[in-house]
C-alpha cells in the first residue's frame, strides 16, 4: 500500500501565499492590505514549517507534521514583525485543507 500522494513544501507554501493573496481583502483591515502591499516586496516573509499545538484549539483535526505545513505571512520591521496570517494547509493532494488564523483588528 502506499501512502498518500504529497505536495512538496514548496508547492503548499506557494498554494498557502496564493490563498492568503485572495483572501486577504476581505479578512484584513484596509490599512493592514495597503501596508502589507507597499512594503512586502523589501520586507515580507513567508515561513513554512512544523504546525504548532495551538492549531488543536481551532482544528478538529489529527495535524499529523508530514501531512501538514504552518505558513506565517507578514512583514519584517527593525522594531517589530507583523503577522498578518497563520496559515495551517494540508500537503495531502487528495485531502484538501487550508485554515487561516487573521492577525486581529486593533
Known sequence: MT???LYSEEEVTHQA??????????????QDVEDFNQHREELGFI???EPDDQWHDFVALEIEPE???QVLVGLEFDNQDILFAKILISRDKDAPFCHILWKESE
Open 3 to 5: 501512502g498518500p500522494r
Open 17 to 30: 501565499y496564493d490563498i492568503f493573496l485572495e483572501l486577504a481583502p476581505d479578512n484584513l483591515t484596509e
Open 47 to 49: 515561513e513554512e514549517g
Open 67 to 69: 501531512l501538514f505545513v
